[in-house]
T-cell receptor, first 113, second 111 residues
Framework: DARVTQTPRHKVTEMGQEVTMRCQPI?????VFWYRQTMMQGLELLAY????????DSGMPKDRFSAEMPDATLATLKIQPSEPRDSAVYFC???????????FGPGTRLTVL | QQQVKQSPQSLIVQKGGISIINCAYE??????FPWYQQFPGKGPALLIA?????SEKKEGRFTISFNKSAKQFSLHIMDSQPGDSATYFC??????????FGPGTRLSVLP
């Protein structure tokens, strides 16, 4: 049963600390999306990769957020330094372009104290 | 122009009833309109999707109605069941990227 996996599932950290979230897309998928979900803002697209290349990261705060794909099986989202307003659930989704369907992971719930 | 509006914010329906959720968009270039279902503690899961060259798509109890001229689309859940209780998101995208999600509708189906 192919699925997107995300680690960690929960993360509690203190303001100013570095946070790294990891995503393993479905094997063979060539697109990866990072989303942030909050009650106030809903689902926001942070970044989008195709064939490991970043195509759009306009939704990401550039000064503290960074997203990379070191290889086809791993995508990372890093926050440095973290702030309380970064508290949210972060979802990774993968897909097989040119198909439009995205498959979401279970999310990482981040709490920054 | 990238925004997708969704209503209602919450919906309560009796078992067996019809649930209707509406969405509206501005960007006429959008070419893909999916609906996602999300249960608490889970990631969104694709429910059904439509392209603008089709006015209606049905899969089981779920139907999307699409009105291109009005720039609106809606999700109809027939014979709603308690297991359908979840948050539903409409979305729109362009060329398989630039996904924009609506704010969500929390559906409760009473037994």
């Amino acid at each position: 049963d192919a699925r997107v996996t995300q680690t960690p599932r929960h993360k509690v950290t203190e303001m100013g600390q570095e946070v790294t979230m990891r995503c393993q897309p479905i094997l063979g998928h060539n697109t990866v999306f990072w989303y942030r979900q909050t009650m106030m803002q809903g689902l926001e697209l942070l970044a989008y990769f195709r064939n490991r290349a970043p195509l759009d990261d306009s939704g990401m705060p550039k000064d503290r957020f960074s997203a990379e794909m070191p290889d086809a099986t791993l995508a990372t989202l890093k926050i440095q330094p973290s702030e309380p307003r970064d508290s949210a659930v972060y979802f990774c989704a993968s897909g097989l372009y040119p198909a439009d369907t995205q498959y979401f992971g279970p999310g990482t719930r981040l709490t920054v104290l | 122009q990238q925004q997708v509006k969704q209503s209602p914010q919450s919906l309560i329906v009796q078992k067996g009833g019809i649930s209707i959720i509406n969405c509206a968009y501005e960007n006429t270039a959008f070419d893909y309109f999916p609906w996602y279902q999300q249960f608490p503690g889970k990631g969104p899961a694709l429910l059904i999707a439509i392209r603008p060259d089709v006015s209606e798509k049905k899969e089981g109890r779920f139907t999307i109605s699409f009105n291109k001229s009005a720039k609106q689309f809606s999700l109809h859940i027939m014979d709603s069941q308690p297991g359908d209780s979840a948050t539903y998101f409409c979305a729109a995208s362009l060329y398989g990227q630039n996904f924009v999600f609506g704010p969500g509708t929390r559906l409760s189906v009473l037994p």
